[in-house]
């Protein structure tokens, strides 16, 4: 408009500057994009793949499929969730999740995306490449970066209908300015202003790479969400239930305490138990199998799933398992309870261990951490009889704990702690046993396990533990932040310079750059929340 009314100069500088403002914001945005194309494609473009003949040759790591074997060598990152087949190393998973470095051997799984810190391993792929565990993780973010926040719903709302308000201001004021006082110069240059400032680019463009960059910065540090407005759920995060299975332990166990009757040593007992449970899967087993002496084997076994077993010993009738199985077994333990595992020779108690799941030694560390975002309560969920789970929870620290749940147990308490309308409750927990507890709390946050695939059905995952779910809390309160605070930026200065424009005070050229700016510095804010 300035340059059909004669004012070159003015014309010349607002192009420029137009170009200028442009070229600056498409340079940041592609930097973005690159920031985001880097947090999603963490595996590599070749993989090294052993053939039936031991040859090695390079291929596409997207054309590995399930059962082929492969080499990592150092320095590599693993190309596809796989088995150790031979060697072993150190393996860094920062790539997948916040974490440190971890030691893996023969028949230990690896996760794509784990970088070989030590010697070269040779492995089998237990899926194709685009079921990986990241693969999956990549496609929950997608989903969730084009859906949007609440945030974001406000300012494309407000994009809808400003710039009609704004070119219907506009027209007005030419209209009367060139009416009322002729001076229709003037008025034209004033709506071209206001049509500068009537553009949606700060709004609509800058803004969702705000959520988008919250997005992939949470999934590279291990929590995968699928719909964008979970962020400012898990912002409003003030009350915290988790289970203690895969949380605070890691399902090994060690013997806390042992009873024996009178003229029955430690080792005798021991050996007994381990004879009658020891050598199966079962992690209680395992602990007891070193005990095990193959000279006095258990004959005439009879085992009763998730109570314990019967069997003859040296001619003796023995039995090994949980208090509920001796007691239906008829055997007294009423002056010993509380203990993990129990064993009776002839119908009389021998003596008894107490058992207890060996708790991460940062698990004080990572309530503390979770405390300092804000969390009010935290409050520890465990399917474990109130013995086992009680020794759990002091040691890490929880406000409360409740034992022996059911699903529906949880279900229950989790209403009962969200009962409060200003509470905002999250459960971590696993999908198996924990899905109607995942899907009562307000943010339910599926814990994966190395072992999963296939998360398509889950809201958010983790692969992490407490401290992931605190960095997210501040990110995302973080990112809910510059999202408010851009939106009552933006909209003071577009009000500003819509009074600017109807008092001639302000130019083309000016708007031009004030417009730009505002874009560029929630650009610039998009990127400071993806290196986070």
Known sequence: IPFFLGRFVISAVSMALYKLTGTLVSFASAKLDQSFYNAANVLPEHANLVDDGSNIRRVFSESLKHGVKIL???????????????????????????GTSVSLSSGDKLLAGFVNNGPSVTCEAICDYDESLVMDFNRLASMAEKSSTKGEKRFLTIAKWYPIAVLAVAVATLLIGGLTSGAWVDAMLRASVLLVVATTGSYVVAVPLLSSCAVWNLKKKG???????????????????????????????????????EGISEEDFLMIAGNCIGGR????????????????????????????????IMGKSFLCGSENFMTECNIDVSEHTG?????????????????????????????????????EKIVMFSSERKETAELAYIDCGADEY??????????????????????????????????????????????????????????????????????????????????????????????????LALFGTINVAAAIVIEAMLALIALLSARDLIKK
Do not use: W
């Open 72 to 98: 990592v060598k150092t320095g590599e990152i693993v190309p596809v969730d796989c088995v150790i087949s031979d060697g072993f190393s150190d393996f860094d998973p920062s790539n997948v999740y916040r």
């Open 402 to 499: 409740y034992p022996e749940l059911s699903p529906y147990d949880r279900v229950e308490r989790i209403q009962k702690l969200k009962k409060d309308e200003d509470v905002t409750c999250a459960y971590i927990g696993s999908r198996i046993g924990g899905e109607q507890a995942l899907e009562a709390a307000d943010v339910g946050l599926a814990l994966i396990g190395k072992e999963d695939n296939g998360l398509e059905y889950s809201k958010a995952v983790l692969l992490g533990d407490l401290e992931t779910v605190a960095e997210a809390i501040d990110l995302a309160r973080l990112t809910c932040g510059k999202i408010e605070l851009h939106f009552y930026c933006a909209s003071a200065v577009k009000i500003i310079l819509v009074l």
């Open 223 to 261: 929590l995968a969400l699928a719909t964008g407005d979970l962020i400012d759920e898990i912002a409003d995060i003030n009350c915290v239930a988790f289970e203690k299975n895969g949380i605070l332990t890691n399902g090994e166990y060690k013997i806390k305490d042992i009873y024996t009757a």
């Open 281 to 312: 899967q079962h992690p209680i087993s395992k602990i007891l199998t070193k005990y095990m002496n193959q000279y006095l084997p258990a004959e005439n076994v009879i085992e009763f799933p998730g109570k314990g077993v019967e069997c003859t």
């Open 339 to 375: 203990y993990s595992v129990y064993v009776s020779i002839e119908g009389v108690i021998m003596g008894a261990m107490l058992i207890q799941d060996l708790v991460k030694p940062n698990s004080g560390e990572m309530l503390r951490t979770l405390r300092q975002t804000g969390v």
